[in-house]
């Protein structure tokens, strides 16, 4: 099967001109098949100030109310989707921004109401996922680039952007080998937090439950783990954590972050 | 050839939730191959002036700077599609949403600095339309919906969504018997401006001429006559200027517009 690089990117790349710039640049000159998926970033929250939409948090999670979905979907979905877009344009990477709504690509449910309303929060699932057209987009050179929104019922929902990535890879696994790149803060995952050099190059899950047992993870990585494993055992080949600036290391056999897999 | 319709729809639909989810439903029940491009409406003018952005006009044409680039490009290319696309989701039309730069679907130039610098305006043709990309979706049953912004130079760039309407018809009649809609705020081209009733059902290229002669037009609809007399004349099969409200009519056989043809 072919090789499809399927890369996360968050706020710490968004919000830095310069970074974003030669990340773009690097991610343009991936010569496979790739799909990118990102958040929002700082300028999400700047806006809602200038236009005093509150933030509403329950638990530590924002919660999506009808003012914040527009802010996002705009945010989101237009300028930052758009932006990324036209420069991806300017490397010759024949990019297409989209949310799940576009081409029904990602078909959410709307979290339904327990203890706490999160609003327009869309829930998804392999199920979920529209892989025959992206497949199709994929075969046509058209890289997807997708904003954290998906919708259900007419409506577009927010969307954790992590899941999408997940999401996206477990789907697609069916018709390539995936590589699923999350790039974080950090070099990769570290054995010792405060050393950057002590990155753990490659963890299979014998050696992983072996380092958990020891408690030898940091608590802030620990779902990324969770998240990495579980697509790992739902038919991604290789999962990798690590900083945006070696993507282009990452996506070679000399990985400087965090490899995955399964054994 | 297959039909094609290419649909344009303005602020006067766009700024009425009511009267949009009826053209939405209408839309999404046409039974061919159709594109829709839409304008902005009132709600960029309003959030624009919520964020203190100024509007800056020369000679009654709005000038696009940076900020107004921004504010377009997340309401046009952000809120106003996504909320389209959600919506026609709904109504099992697989809508996509689209700028010109997604999958460099409209390659624009930036307007020259003549008298006046329009800043960040895009200015197209038909050479700048990817029409084997828009064949390709169509085919996929994937049905485009354009904001109206283009691309050139790794930015956006605002652009009139008349132009684009016209641009894509013509680019498209080599693969598709087109029939462009522009629905605008009457009936039809009236013959007589203050009788709603006076319809002119079909208008040819040697009628235009003779009423164009004997000054029958009124001033405001003669920009959108000749826009249309060039898109026949260089391939589009029809072009039908009318109201929102009467789509399902334009799109059969019993047009309650103006169905202009080359003969």
């Known amino acids: 099967m072919n090789k499809l690089y399927i890369i996360k990117i968050g706020g710490n790349v968004l919000d830095d001109e310069p970074s974003l710039k030669k990340f773009l640049k690097d991610f343009a000159s991936i010569q496979a098949p790739k799909i990118l998926i990102h958040g929002g970033g700082k300028i999400a929250t700047k806006l809602g100030d200038q236009l005093g939409i509150q933030s509403n948090y329950v638990k530590g999670r924002r919660v999506t109310d009808a003012e914040t979905l527009d802010l996002v979907t705009m945010v989101y979905g237009g300028l930052v989707n758009k932006q990324i877009v036209a420069q991806l344009q300017e490397w010759h990477c024949n990019a297409m921004g989209v949310t799940g709504a576009d081409g029904n690509l990602i078909k959410a449910v709307k979290r339904p109401v327990g ?96 380092l958990l047992k020891e408690g030898s993870f940091h608590d802030g990585i620990l779902p990324k783990l969770e998240n990495a494993f579980n697509a790992i055992e739902s038919g991604v080949k290789e999962v990798l954590i690590g900083e945006h600036t070696n993507l282009l290391a990452n996506t070679s056999y000399e990985t400087k972050g965090t490899l995955i897999t399964l054994s």
Chains 1, 2 share one sequence.
Do not use: W
Request: net charge negative.
């Open 115 to 210: 203890e706490t309303d999160f609003g327009f929060v869309g829930d998804i699932t392999t199920d979920s996922v529209n892989s025959t057209l992206l497949y199709f987009l994929l075969k046509q050179n058209v890289i997807p680039i997708f904003a954290p929104l998906t919708h259900a019922n007419g409506t577009m929902l927010n969307t954790n952007a992590d899941t999408i990535a997940s999401v996206l890879a477990i789907s697609l696994s069916k018709h390539f080998d995936v590589r699923l790149i999350f790039c974080f803060e950090k070099t990769g995952v570290l054995q010792d937090v405060k050393d950057e050099k002590s990155v753990i190059t490659n963890l299979n899950k014998s050696t992983y439950l072996k």
